[in-house]
Nanobody, 123 residues
Framework: QVQLVESGGGLVQAGDSLTLSCAVS???????MAWFRQRPGKEREFVAA????????DYADSVRGRFTISGDNGEAALSLQMNDLQPEDTANYYC?????????????????WGQGTQVTVSS
């Protein structure tokens, strides 16, 4: 059974940094992984994604230049370095895994999800 477990969330002030981590178990093939977030009353939105075969990366415009997605080659782990956090970044952040090498931004295209980790940014 594939399980994804996020960690690293917390309460920070505007301008601070956080690093989220996602540990994967039960999977031997994880071509593409991504981070999404969901703010209260909003739909889940794409944050960043990467493929494991060529390291292709995609970012949402709202986080490009501030967030960095990374994954250890051959390791079932994914990270999201978040710098210059702003109150609008407050959300529950989810790690997702897709069994295809295509970079996609649609949540329904990811087959496995973690339970999420809360990030709260105060002004």
């Amino acid at each position: 059974q594939v399980q994804l477990v996020e960690s690293g969330g917390g309460l920070v002030q505007a301008g601070d940094s956080l690093t989220l981590s996602c540990a994967v178990s039960g999977a031997t093939f994880y071509p593409a992984m991504a981070w999404f977030r969901q703010r209260p009353g909003k739909e889940r939105e794409f944050v960043a994604a990467m493929t494991r075969n060529d390291g292709s990366i995609d970012y949402a415009d709202s986080v490009r230049g501030r967030f960095t997605i990374s994954g250890d080659n051959g390791e079932a782990a994914l990270s999201l370095q978040m710098n210059d956090l702003q109150p609008e970044d407050t959300a529950n952040y989810y790690c997702a895994l897709r069994r295809s090498y295509q970079l996609v931004r649609t949540a329904r295209d990811y087959e496995y999800w973690g339970q999420g980790t809360q990030v709260t940014v105060s002004s």
